[in-house]
Structures are given as structure tokens and as C-alpha cells.
């Protein structure tokens, strides 16, 4: 990997009259697409439709109420010094 950023990008999809396709975005290597391979082999381009939907999963699976509920209890004790969340019925 080139350490480059990862940017978007949209594409036309379809067939026919410009009005008839569907624009696609996709996730995509910048420093291979504006500086040519030669300066960046990262050449992967994912739309990003599938890889929000595989984050938005991983993320789900990794984080359930709990961590979400003390992530913010923590949050709103650093910057007020008071804790205003209940406890949950599960705990």
C-alpha cells in the first residue's frame, strides 16, 4: 500500500441515453487514480453501497448496548464530570 487517501468517485452504470443509467460511487485508491500506478499500485475500487453495509455489520456485531451505553456515559463525564445515564435493565 502507498499510505494514500482511499476517496470517492461516481460512475454511470447502464446502457443507452445518459438519462437511462444509474450513477454508482465507489471507494477508490486517489493517489492511483490522479497520480497514475506508477506512484500508487492500489488499484481496488469497491462501491460504496457494499462497503458501508459490511462496516455498518462488523460494527454492529462488535458493538451491542452496553459498550454503546458506557462509550457515551464516558463521553458526557469527560465533558460535564457528572454521569447522567441509568443503568441498564440487563446489567
Given amino acids: 500500500m502507498c499510505g494514500g487517501a482511499i476517496g470517492g468517485s ?28 506508477c506512484f500508487g499500485t492500489n488499484d481496488v475500487v469497491l462501491r460504496t453501497d457494499t462497503g458501508d453495509a459490511v462496516v455498518i ?17 464516558l463521553a458526557i463525564n469527560r465533558t460535564t464530570g457528572v454521569i447522567t445515564l441509568r443503568p441498564s435493565a440487563s446489567a
Avoid at 445518459?18 to 500506478?37: A, D, E, W
Avoid at 462488523?58 to 458493538?63: A, I, M, N
Wanted: net charge positive.
Fill in 10 to 37: 461516481t460512475q454511470y452504470h447502464g446502457r443507452g441515453a445518459i438519462q437511462r443509467r444509474t450513477r454508482v460511487t465507489f471507494y477508490l485508491s486517489t493517489t492511483h487514480r490522479k497520480r497514475r500506478p
Fill in 57 to 73: 455489520k462488523t460494527v454492529g456485531e462488535v458493538l451491542d448496548s452496553r459498550v454503546i451505553e458506557k462509550s457515551i456515559e
